[in-house]
């Protein structure tokens, strides 16, 4: 019995162990998942705006477009003028050409709005480029960082789970269904050393008896509180020293 519990606390090291790279294993690519989405986020936002800017490009052209042919009419209704035969010809005509003055002089002010409102977007638009462009860079160079990290971690977890198998082979099954399902409760510790009377892993203060069975180690104790299964270190320990003397 004490050569299983013996075998269970070293799986427990173990699983601990490669609990630590399973933690990294699961939070990195969490986190390069994460960044990535904000950098399609931020193109999203960027394309959107850069389609602002180009639907402002594309009503200023339609300004310039009408000032021009404003230009036109102003030219035509000059040329009537000085065919003008009499005065109520040539009067009509001033009024024609003050319209058009008018409305041409509305129509710059309001170009020249939207070039002032593009002139902003434009460097608006730049800016967030180019803070895009760092930010996607930075990404990329944690992504790669990223994969190294994580072949690392599996290369260390690997060779972490090295000898768990044989460990295993010497448990019985039904103690390690238990010592699954409890660390799968418990934060990944399904075992626990006792320490001054005490469980280590929740700190419930054992009694006397359970201590000493604890100790001798004949059966598989399990918290009253935490229910991991509980080891005594010394005695673990006694007995390793007495196999390898
Ligand atoms: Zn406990």
Do not use: W
């Not at 803070?131 to 994580?150: H, I, P, T, W, Y």
């Amino acid at each position: 019995m004490i050569e299983q519990l013996v075998a269970l606390a070293k799986i427990a090291d173990i699983d601990a162990e490669a609990l630590r790279s399973d933690t990294e294993l699961r939070d990195i690519p969490a986190r390069i998942e994460g960044l990535q989405g904000d950098v399609k986020k931020l193109g999203e936002l960027l394309a959107a705006e850069k389609h602002e800017l180009a639907d402002a490009d594309r009503l200023l052209s339609a300004a310039d477009e009408e000032l021009n042919s404003q230009g036109q009419a102003l030219a035509r209704s000059k040329a009537k003028g000085a065919r003008a035969r009499n005065m109520r010809e040539a009067d009509a005509v001033e009024r024609e050409l003050e319209t058009i003055r008018r409305l041409t002089k509305e129509r710059e002010a309001e170009r020249e709005t939207l070039k002032e409102a593009i002139g902003k977007r434009r460097s608006s638009v730049e800016k967030h480029e180019k803070e895009f462009g760092e930010f996607s860079n930075f990404v990329d160079q944690e992504k790669q960082k990223a994969d190294v990290r994580l072949a690392e971690l599996t290369r260390v977890r690997e060779e972490v789970l090295k000898g768990r198998a044989e460990l295993v082979g010497l448990v019985p099954g039904d103690v390690l269904r238990r010592y699954d399902m409890i660390r799968s409760k418990r934060q990944g510790m399904g075992v626990a050393a006792i320490h001054d009377g005490s469980c280590s892993g929740c700190f419930v203060v054992l009694t006397p008896q359970q201590v000493i069975a604890v100790s001798r180690a004949e059966e598989f104790a399990q918290c009253p509180r935490c229910q991991r299964i509980l080891y005594s270190k010394e005695a673990l320990a006694k007995f390793e020293q007495g196999k390898n003397p």
